[in-house]
């Protein structure tokens, strides 16, 4: 049921040239929020430098750096705004939790791997944040040592909480438009994306090492390829035999095009555990640093095929993926109960904190 509230949400998301999921992340919650409670008000604080910044749908403020790096525009803008809930994703320095909480705002910090995490557990911080939200699976990240639970203990202070992916579930008719659109059938098509499109590896666009694969990836199978290169990639969009190019999709079209795809080559960030809660056969290639481990315990946990991206390599592990005893033996590991979607936490959470 829809009931009306006048809360006021802050998205603090780490922002930049390269990387996007912390952005899309809190766009979810952001849309998500708007859908329950349609007289919230939300406001984000972004970098100028992020090329999706200016197409937010919500209203904004461009800093000229990461809000991290921004500590006095920070503290300033929640100064102005007065917010009742600040989400700080992966982003924030202590300083600026602890204004937020100042303020009398509740704080919710979300990191995505184990050296976030730490931070978000020093005392300093964890005594100004109200909820911290991990969005990985146990199985990916590990549990917390002994030693922090005892100290969160100490201060009384919950212990973070594994959400896993944030996503919004597909839906039957936002797949059948994107299909129509497209021109694509269910289940016949293999769907290539490098994250972001802004990754560089030894020079070289990720975005553009996906998109040759994909080609190849058609002349090998005759499989049709969808290539999603994503808002931050900088150049003009190639035309390759064999491959759909989409420039970028939301995260509700997005997931409603990885839901309806035979199989998937992705990047190590968010899509590939959303891809593992929806049960797909999934190769995931690293593009930046705190991919590697994630990949390797998808793997090490049979859920996932992992790759480097030296095209020859990365070429023979799609085959392998598309092979019938590899899409097989994925999808029987996927049967294991991985569905976890951290959107319906978050939005339990929030719901006990906004004003009525």
């Given at each position: 049921m829809t009931v009306q509230t006048s809360t006021k949400f802050l998205f603090i998301p780490v922002s930049s040239a390269e990387g996007i999921g912390e952005y899309m992340r809190s766009?979810?919650?952001?849309?998500e929020v708007k859908r329950l409670w349609p007289s919230a008000e939300i406001k984000f604080i972004l970098s100028q430098q992020a090329p999706y910044a200016a197409q937010c749908p919500y209203p904004a403020v461009l800093l000229e750096d990461t809000p991290t790096k921004q500590v006095k525009a920070v503290n300033q803008v929640m100064s102005d705004y007065l917010p009742d809930i600040v989400l700080f994703d992966a982003s924030g320095r202590k300083s600026q939790l602890a204004h937020a909480h100042k303020l009398g705002a509740k704080v919710i910090f979300l990191s995505q791997h184990k050296r976030k995490r730490s931070r978000g557990m020093k005392i300093g911080r964890?005594?100004?944040t109200d909820c911290h939200w991990v969005v990985q699976p146990?199985?990916?990240i590990g549990p917390i040592s002994w030693?922090?639970?005892l100290k969160l203990k100490l201060i009384n202070k919950p212990a973070p909480l594994n959400i896993g992916p944030v996503f919004t579930q597909p839906d039957a008719s936002t797949q059948s438009a994107l299909l129509a659109q497209y021109q694509l059938t269910q289940n016949e098509f293999v769907l290539f994306n490098a994250g972001s499109g802004g990754h560089k590896l030894n020079?070289?666009?990720a975005a553009d090492i996906f998109a040759q694969a994909a080609h190849e990836s058609y002349k090998a199978s005759g499989i049709t390829s969808v290539m999603v290169f994503g808002p931050n990639y900088p150049n003009p969009l190639p035309e390759l035999e064999g491959v759909v190019v989409i420039p970028q999709l939301n995260n509700q079209q997005f997931i409603n095009m990885l839901a309806a795809a035979k199989a998937a080559v992705l990047s190590g960030g968010d899509t590939l555990l959303?891809?593992?809660?929806?049960?797909k056969p999934t190769l995931a290639v690293p593009v930046s640093k705190d991919?590697?481990?994630r990949i390797a315990k998808c793997v090490s946990a049979n859920v996932a095929l992992g790759s480097v991206t030296e095209l020859d390599v990365l070429n023979g592990n799609i085959k392998q993926l598309l092979s019938s005893e590899g899409i097989?033996?994925?999808a029987t590991s996927l049967e294991k109960d991985y569905k976890l979607n951290g959107l319906d936490l978050v939005m339990k959470q929030l719901e006990r904190w906004i004003r009525l």
């Open positions: 766009m979810i919650i952001a849309d964890a005594l100004v146990e199985f990916v030693l922090d639970r020079g070289e666009l959303q891809a593992i809660a929806l049960r991919q590697p481990p097989m033996r994925l």
